[in-house]
């Protein structure tokens, strides 16, 4: 069930050895998936460009002497267009490639610890006791709220275990129920 992140006899070891407390011991570890995935964030970036690109075809389909008027420059909403795909493509293709080498994970007999290394190295550790959140979502598991600052606003966004395999996802959700449930006695 764990996914080594390291070799030989220290490879559920990482950053969090130095935090764990008497007793407790490191259940599973792992980190995120390799995958791409369209996001809202993606999406919304792409808009702008979709409209623009209707509005020029529409145009240039109404009246084919105008294409040249509409044209921003030598480039064209077309190429803007195609230049959005491309970077999103990119951006998307890095994204899936490099999570998973700066994100660990691991669940302890009484603690979550996750470990981000990009832009700063940090490590989150998060209880794990009866009010704990624990949510499922296919291949997910998030057991922590915390607020965010998204410009003047704050926020509330679910913390957990992103885009691990579906199995290991039921099988975390399961050793948490246990942990709360070693909670109450």
């Keep these: 069930m764990t996914r080594r992140v390291g070799y030989g ?3 559920l070891g990482g950053p969090w050895d130095a ?3 008497h007793g407790e011991e490191i259940i599973w570890s792992g980190t995120p998936r390799l995958g791409l995935a369209l996001d809202w964030h993606k999406f919304w970036a792409i808009v702008p ?3 623009v690109c209707l509005f020029y075809l529409v145009a240039t389909l109404r009246e084919p002497s105008r294409g040249e008027e509409l044209a ?3 480039v064209g909403p077309v190429a803007i267009f195609a230049g959005f795909v491309i970077y999103l493509a990119g951006y998307s ?7 998973p080498g700066i ?4 669940l302890t007999t009484e603690r979550a610890f996750i470990y981000r290394a990009v832009p700063w190295p940090k490590l989150a550790d998060y209880d794990i006791g009866l009010t704990a959140p624990i949510d499922l979502q296919n291949a997910s598991i998030y057991f922590a709220d915390e607020t965010v600052r998204q410009g003047r606003k704050l926020r509330r966004r679910a913390v957990g275990f992103r885009n691990i395999s579906p199995a290991e996802a039921e099988a975390i ?3 948490l129920r246990e942990i709360q449930q070693r909670a109450i006695t």
């Design 9 to 11: 006899e220290d490879a």
């Design 19 to 21: 935090k764990l407390r």
């Design 49 to 51: 460009a979709t409209a």
């Design 72 to 74: 921003i420059g030598p």
């Design 93 to 99: 293709a890095f994204y899936a490639m490099t999570i």
């Design 103 to 106: 994100i660990r994970y691991a």
């Design 173 to 175: 959700h399961d050793m």
